[in-house]
Structure formats: C-alpha cells, structure tokens
C-alpha cells in the first residue's frame, strides 16, 4: 500500500515538474500543450507499465536510473532554456523525446511493481492535476515582484528533487 501511494506522488510530482516546464514560458496554445502532454504521458506511461509487467528489473537499480534521467533532464532543460522560448522551443522534439523517455520509466517502474493497467486512469488525473497545480504556482511566483527572477529555475529544482527522492 505504501508503495502504491509512493507511485501516486511521483505521478503527482512530475507532473509539477512537467507543468512548471511548460509554464515557464508558454509560446503555445495551453490547451493545445497540455492535451498533447496529457496523451505523451499516457501513451508513454501505459506502454512503460505493459512492459514492465512482462519484464523483470532489480528495483534499486530502476530508481537509480530514473534519478539518472531526472537529473539528466534537469541538465538538458537546464542548458536549452532560452529567455525567447522557454524550455520547449518551437521546433523542440527531442524536448518531447525526453518526455516520452522520462514518462516510460516512470510507467516501466508502475508495471514492475504489479499495479494494475487501470491505475493509469489514476495516474492521469494526478499527473493533469499536477500540471494545473504547478501553473497556479508558477502563475503566483510570476507575479509576485520579489521571486520573479526565480521562476525559470524551479523547474529544474523540482526534477533534481526528483532525483535526489528516488535515490532516498
């Protein structure tokens, strides 16, 4: 049961974390993004889960490999920032690569565990309630004057949270 509500926050907390990306400078659509976030994850996240259900893999060394790729995502993010565009430029697909990559493990980690294909279902509520929850948070740290500067480092402060939390 524990780890069942540990997945959940996970879930939870990388869809802040893909949100506040998203936020941080919207050169898009937001309906437009977040529909196609929203079917990147579960497409992503329901494949990771299909397989990890046919597959075996040690759990320590699962974790550490998605604390990799946090914190590689984090790096990566962190270098293709731009003050024009954002984290996720027009023409950005390995942006959606990574996305796809990070969503997989996640999934992949979901399927080892045993949690049931319906639980996507689930996941994709928490994953969209993150997302809007971290678009009011970003919205609030943008327009309070004193952490304005602030806002397009929090994204990736939360994916080396990421990492650091699934190393714990």
């Not at 790729?69 to 430029?89: C, Q, W």
Request: proline share 3%.
């Amino acid at each position: 049961m524990l780890e069942f509500f540990t997945l959940v926050f996970f879930m939870l907390l990388a869809g802040i974390a893909v949100g506040s990306l998203l936020m941080a400078k919207m050169i898009f659509s937001w309906h437009i993004v977040l529909t196609v976030t929203g079917l990147v994850y579960f497409f992503c996240v329901w494949t990771g889960m299909l397989m990890g259900s046919w597959l075996w893999f040690p759990d320590p060394l699962l974790k550490g490999l998605i604390s990799l790729i946090a914190v590689v995502m984090a790096v990566f993010f962190f270098r293709t920032y731009h003050p024009s565009t954002g984290y996720i430029p027009a023409h950005g697909l390995y942006h959606w690569g990574a996305f796809a990559m990070f969503f997989f493990f996640l999934g992949f980690e979901s399927g080892i565990a045993g949690v049931s294909m319906w639980f996507i279902l689930l996941y994709t509520l928490v994953f969209s309630g993150g997302i809007l929850a971290s678009a009011w948070i970003m919205w609030k740290l943008k327009n309070a004057s004193e952490f304005r500067f602030l806002t397009q480092y929090v994204p990736i402060l939360l994916f080396v949270f990421i990492a650091v939390l699934k190393l714990v």
